[in-house]
């Protein structure tokens, strides 16, 4: 069995961080983010590399959000409410409180550009979070059978996460942004996994 990785953005440059991971059967999206130099198609992940019809839904297994910030969740509303994804939403519980202030205002400052017109509204928004599943950190979540997730504290930000992934007899951690020292108010990131062979 092997493990597929397709970033769909953020490959090169900060931005519109987005990687969608293939294994066991399982495919899933790892960050939705937008990128603040672009007013194009090209703000958000590439989506059509998934597919050129839609139905993302049933292509994408799970959505995972590593944190708040813009460019990794600046995309979220559209993915749901304009391309249709209506699978599992993860995010841990702080993150789902910081997102929607992050996430309004970059409707604002889209709304406040000369001849711009926001991607998304507020009501998208508000649509999109009641999709969420909030989640504490080393809790295993289980979305489909076979397909698990467990976060881990990433520093970083409040309620920034890395995630270990279970599919199958396969496993893989997407770490998102982390820090690796500690800041004035946020502890090192602190990556606990299983044993091999132990169940996550």
């Known amino acids: ?24 059967g399982r495919t899933v999206m790892f960050d939705c983010g937008a990128h603040f130099g672009f ?14 019809a839609g139905r ?8 995972v959000i590593t944190h708040f910030h813009t460019d990794h969740i600046g995309a979220l509303p559209y993915f749901t409410e304009i391309c249709g994804y209506r699978g599992p939403i993860l995010m841990t519980y702080p993150t789902f409180a910081i997102a929607p202030i992050m996430l309004e205002d970059y409707v604002k400052v889209n709304a406040d550009r000369p001849g711009e017109r926001p991607p998304y509204n507020e009501q998208h928004i508000r649509d999109c ?4 599943t909030a989640v504490d950190l080393h809790q295993a979540v289980v979305v489909a059978p076979g397909l ?3 976060f881990h504290y990433a520093g970083h930000v409040l309620g920034a996460a890395m995630v270990h992934m279970s599919a199958g007899h396969l496993t ?7 820090n690796s020292s500690p800041d004035r108010h946020l502890g090192p990131a602190q990556l606990l996994l299983p044993p091999p062979g132990a169940a996550s």
């Open 1 to 24: 069995m092997s493990i597929e990785v397709l970033p769909l953005g953020a490959g090169q440059d900060v931005g519109r961080s987005c990687c969608v991971v293939r294994m066991a």
């Open 39 to 52: 007013r194009d198609a090209r703000r958000f992940p590439e989506f059509g590399l998934l597919s050129r």
């Open 56 to 63: 993302f839904s049933d292509i994408i297994d799970a959505l």
């Open 129 to 132: 979070l009641r999709r969420v």
């Open 148 to 150: 698990s997730f467990t």
């Open 172 to 178: 893989a951690v997407y770490t998102g942004d982390f």
